[in-house]
């Protein structure tokens, strides 16, 4: 089976930045996408950012365009996730996700928790 392991949570000030990682193992696929999720308390979870290891490409929801960056290093398997002008409504447990197939996740990692305060 497919493991991630997200890093890089923790807490900062409105306008700060974090780097998460997600760092994947336990397959072979080649054309996948990795991914983060966020749940913010007593919301739904709701996707935020994802890169498809095939060509590149990326998704970013309206509300973290301009601010998000997501990255691979193929290589390493490893997806970061950029986070700039931290916003509190950014508040969140987020969470790694690996997909074979548009609109349905395979896997998911545990979440790390961005705290940010205002």
């Known amino acids: 089976d497919v493991q991630l392991q997200a890093s890089g949570g923790g807490l900062v000030q409105a306008g700060g930045s974090l780097r998460l990682s997600c760092a994947a193992s336990?397959?072979?696929?080649?054309?996948?996408?990795i991914g983060w999720f966020r749940q913010a308390p007593g919301k739904e979870r709701e996707g935020v950012s994802c890169?498809?290891?095939?060509?590149?490409?990326?998704y970013y929801a309206d509300s973290v365009k301009g601010r998000f960056t997501i990255s691979s290093d193929n290589a390493k398997n490893t997806v970061y996730l950029q986070m700039n002008s931290l916003k509190p409504e950014d508040t969140a447990v987020y969470y790694c996700?690996?997909?074979?197939?548009?609109?349905?996740?395979?896997?998911w990692g545990q979440g790390t928790l961005v705290t940010v305060s205002s």
């Open positions: 890169i498809s290891s095939s060509d590149g490409s990326t």
């Open positions: 996700a690996f997909s074979r197939h548009a609109d349905y996740v395979d896997y």
């Open positions: 336990g397959f072979t696929f080649d054309d996948y996408s």
